[in-house]
């Protein structure tokens, strides 16, 4: 991405609120913001039998009228059509999302199709603490296998972010993980964006802001990460877990739009072109893609330790294997190095040029350095 200058970007929702039984808010929270109905909820099961009382009775006592919209599955650009086209046939006003990032991603899509964000503003609820889609302006697409399409920059952020812990809470540990992983990579790639002076997702350079948040993102997730994972097994709202949810979602939302991305996010899209890699969530794969951009960028070797050691820890994959695909297939590992550094992509931020060559090494590389951990721990036991 080239700007234009060498202005200074920073960007953020409206609004961030996060907390226990935040959903009961929800209508009070909107009408602060002057915001308008019709509002057409969009979510799936699994949210709505946990929540959907909650936001129906805060939406009718704001005064709110709704309606709701199952969502289809896959963040694709058909999905974000149909749930536009509904959105103009009820004349919503304002869209809200309730769950994961794809349908985070797909109901902002489809409020860019509607209008500029003038025409229908958008609340974004995520019930998971598993990617930086509830805070940033920005749209990751699919096609209907699951693997990445592309990016869509949209011109507004959501007027307002409201997380409800209790229902984080209650989300699948795997998705928390995911998160942490996503999470933990917007430092690591903030600060090769900053050393580049390259420009972040919105175009500009960088604020000392959002270096800052991205590292005290790091510094959450690093201290109060394994005790939020625990804290899931008894789905227990605890200030451990409030911190890592602000970590997973405001700051880590903030911290890679305004401060940029790089290798680790590049990484996962190139993971995407195996389909073995379908079930596994994007932090997954972003962070195997931290430990190949630490490798690539040949940084010291206890900053690749903490990583390793925070990986194993919370259980995000270390290794290849760990994703379903197998090291030693060189063409598994040239498609994934050869898509991660496809034009466009955020590794060409790095202050060098990185060929796949390059890119192929630091994977086995970072595959062999997780591979060599996991035996010692395994022998240490
Ligand atoms: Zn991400």
């Known amino acids: 991405m080239s700007g234009s200058n060498n202005l200074k970007v920073f960007s953020s929702p409206e609004r961030y609120v996060q ?25 799936t099961a699994t949210p709505k039998k946990l929540l959907g009382e909650a936001w129906t009775t805060s939406l009718k006592d704001a005064g709110y009228e709704h309606t709701e919209l199952l969502f289809g599955g896959t963040c694709t650009a058909a999905e974000a059509q149909r749930i536009a086209d509904h959105a103009v046939t009820q004349n919503a006003k304002t869209l809200v999302a309730f769950g994961g990032g794809q349908i985070i991603d797909a109901v ?44 869509r920059f949209m011109c507004r952020h959501p007027t307002l972010v409201l997380v409800d812990t209790t229902a984080v809470a209650k989300s699948p540990v795997r998705m928390l993980v995911g998160g942490l992983g996503d999470a933990l990579a917007t430092y690591y790639e903030a600060r090769t964006v ?31 990460g394994p005790a939020a994972v625990e804290s899931l097994y008894c789905q227990a709202v605890t200030p451990a877990l ?34 073995e890699t379908a079930t596994y969530t994007h932090g997954q794969k972003v962070a195997f893609g931290i430990l190949t951009q630490l490798i690539l960028e040949g940084r010291p070797r206890e900053e690749l330790d903490t990583v390793l050691e925070f990986n194993h820890k919370v259980g995000l994959p270390l290794v290849l294997s760990g994703l379903g695909v197998d090291v030693s297939s060189e063409k598994a590992v040239c498609e994934i190095a050869e898509r991660s550094l496809a034009p466009g992509e955020s590794a060409h931020n790095e202050p060098f040029e990185v060929t796949v060559d390059m890119m192929v090494d630091a994977i086995r590389a970072a595959d062999q350095a997780g591979a060599k951990f996991l035996k010692e721990k395994e022998v240490s036991k």
């Open 194 to 224: 900053h050393e580049a002076h390259a420009d972040n997702f919105l175009g500009g350079k960088q604020t000392e802001t959002a270096i800052a948040l991205s590292k005290l993102c790091c510094d959450i997730l690093l201290e109060d």
């Open 108 to 151: 902002r899509a489809a409020v860019g199709l509607v209008g500029d964000g003038s025409v229908c503003e958008f609340v974004s609820c995520p019930t998971v603490a598993s990617t930086d889609a509830p805070c940033s302006a920005l749209c990751v697409m699919y096609h209907e296998d699951h693997s990445f399409h592309e990016y």
């Open 242 to 275: 409030e911190r890592v949810v602000e970590a997973n979602t405001l700051l880590s939302g903030l911290g890679f739009e305004s401060g940029g991305l790089c290798v680790a996010h590049s990484v996962h899209n190139g993971l995407t072109s195996q389909k």
């Open 19 to 43: 907390g226990r039984n935040a959903t009961h808010q929800l209508g009070n929270e909107m009408k602060k913001l002057a915001m308008k109905g019709p509002v057409v909820v969009v979510t």
